[in-house]
Structures are given as C-alpha cells and as structure tokens.
T-cell receptor, first 112, second 114 residues
Framework: AQSVTQLDSQVPVFEEAPVELRCNYS??????LFWYVQYPNQGLQLLLK??????LVKGINGFEAEFNKSQTSFHLRKPSVHISDTAEYFC??????????FGKGTRLHILP | DAGITQSPRHKVTETGTPVTLRCHQT?????MYWYRQDPGHGLRLIHY???????DKGEVSDGYSVSRSKTEDFLLTLESATSSQTSVYFC?????????????FGPGTRLTVL
C-alpha cells in the first residue's frame, strides 16, 4: 500500500521569499507523484506530475518539484512567492492502479 | 477544464434525512470518484466507479452508497445523514487518455448536517 506524509501542516513565508513544501511517500512499487493546489473555496487543481525521467518537474505558476528516490521525497518549491499563492497544497501518490492517495495538505500563508 | 459539475453546491439538511449529491461530466470519462475533505484529513476516497453500474468502495464508504446508470452521472447518496457527514464533497474523473493517472476535480459540494 502507498502512503503520503506532508511534513508541515502550515508554512508561513514572506512575499517574494522562496518556499519549500515537503512531501515524503512510501510505496513498494513504482508510483506516480502529484502536487495539487486548492485556492480558497475552490476545487483542486493539478500543479504538476511525475512518473519517470528527469527528477526535476516544472509545473504551473512557477512551481517545481524534485523527485528523490533514495529519500522517497517529492518536495515542492518556488523561488519567489506571491500573495496569489496563498492556498492549500496537497501531495499525492498513485500506484499503477485507479486510485490516488492524498496527503493531509499544507497551508501556505504569504506574509506581506 | 474537465467539464465536471456538481449539484447542489451547498446544502443544509437535518440528521436522519436522505441526501443525494450529483456529479456530471461531459467528456465521457470511464472513471469517476467521490471524495470527502475534512480539516486535518486531506481528501479521502468514499467510492469510485470504473464504468456504468461498476462501482467499488473506498477508504470511508460506511454510510454512503453510489450509483452510476449513465457514463456522465455519478450519484452519491447518504441514506440517513449524520452530523459526522458534514463535509465538503468532491467529485473527480480520471483522464483516460493520460499515462499519468491524474484526476481532475469538480468545484465541490458543501454539506452541513444539523
């Protein structure tokens, strides 16, 4: 079975500062990895995805994530955040089946 | 835009009453999912469907039933709503044309059970 751990429930960061949201997963098989973003009072939107290939994946809105197989991590990063990045971010994992397992989410608070 | 709509978007009901939530998609995707979102729990799978009349249970299926009589509609029913079912419910589809298995989500239904 797969599982996902998001290590921080909330992350405050000043506007224009860099941010890293941490995600670790466990699985005995190859997995797909995802980051989703949920803006206030909205549904989830796919930010980026990874299956294989280059370990650095670029997504929308300037976000990128790095896959680290040895550490079973898939951390999300952005070099400079904006107030519009205020949202909850979910890391997710899917084995080669029909389901996705979500982490519990990390709330990103942008401080002026 | 994956063409997913949910209805109603908001509902307040009383304990013990039946409630049905509807998910509608316009792109003929085979797989559809129902999740609930609660603070501190992220998203948890309730039920999913892999075709018309083909459904299976998820992680938190107790107290919920589903039906899928047409490809485009996936219904979630709470036979007798309880306060513990107060939540935000999301429907999702799996992009059948993608190798990544990613899912796309509807806008959600906020359900309050008094």
């Amino acid at each position: 079975a797969q599982s996902v751990t998001q290590l921080d429930s909330q992350v405050p960061v000043f506007e224009e500062a860099p941010v890293e949201l941490r995600c670790n997963y466990s699985s005995s098989v190859s997995v797909y990895l995802f980051w989703y973003v949920q803006y206030p009072n909205q549904g989830l939107q796919l930010l980026l995805k990874y299956l294989s290939g280059s370990t650095l994946v670029k997504g929308i809105n300037g976000f990128e994530a790095e896959f680290n197989k040895s550490q079973t991590s898939f951390h999300l990063r952005k070099p400079s955040v904006h107030i519009s990045d205020t949202a909850e971010y979910f890391c997710a994992v899917s084995a080669l089946d029909d389901k996705i397992i979500f982490g519990k989410g990390t709330r990103l608070h942008i401080l002026p | 835009d994956a063409g997913i709509t949910q209805s109603p978007r908001h509902k307040v009901t009383e304990t013990g009453t039946p409630v049905t939530l509807r998910c509608h998609q316009t792109e003929n995707h085979r797989y559809m999912y129902w999740y609930r979102q609660d603070p501190g729990h992220g998203l948890r799978l309730i039920h999913y469907s892999y075709g018309v009349k083909d459904t299976d249970k998820g992680e938190v299926s107790d107290g919920y039933s589903v039906s899928r009589s047409k490809t485009e509609d996936f219904l979630l029913t709470l036979e007798s709503a309880t306060s513990s079912q107060t939540s935000v419910y999301f429907c999702a589809i799996k992009d059948s044309g993608s190798k990544y298995n990613e899912q796309f989500f509807g806008p959600g239904t906020r359900l309050t059970v008094l």
